[in-house]
Nanobody, 114 residues
Framework: QVQLVESGGDLVQPGGSLRLSCAAS????????MGWYRQAPGKQRELVAD???????NYADSVKGRFTISRDNAKNTVYLQMNSLKPEDTAVYYC????????WGQGTQVTVSS
């Protein structure tokens, strides 16, 4: 059973940057398309970025040009570099496959506020 552990969330001012990490256990990580999802209070969980096993990426319109997803298959880790953060980016961020099929991790809280 693959387990996912997200980290890197923090309180940051608008315009700031954060880098999130997601470490996955298991030997099949490299074959999965991985995604970063987020859930804001009172809203449904949404996919914000994904990356295929070959490194092709897709982004939600709301984060395009500001967020960058990447992966290191040797480390079983997927990253999300977030720049020019806005208050509306405030959410708990999770990683999972796309479409999601693994148990959700605990997520990491990102709060954008002055």
């Amino acid at each position: 059973q693959v387990q996912l552990v997200e980290s890197g969330g923090d309180l940051v001012q608008p315009g700031g940057s954060l880098r999130l990490s997601c470490a996955a256990s298991g030997s099949r990580f490299s074959i999965y398309t991985m995604g970063w999802y987020r859930q804001a209070p009172g809203k449904q969980r949404e996919l914000v970025a994904d990356i295929t096993s070959g490194g092709n990426t897709n982004y939600a319109d709301s984060v395009k040009g500001r967020f960058t997803i990447s992966r290191d298959n040797a480390k079983n880790t997927v990253y999300l570099q977030m720049n020019s953060l806005k208050p509306e980016d405030t959410a708990v961020y999770y990683c999972n496959t796309k479409p999601w099929r693994l148990a959700w991790g605990q997520g990491t809280q990102v709060t954008v506020s002055s």
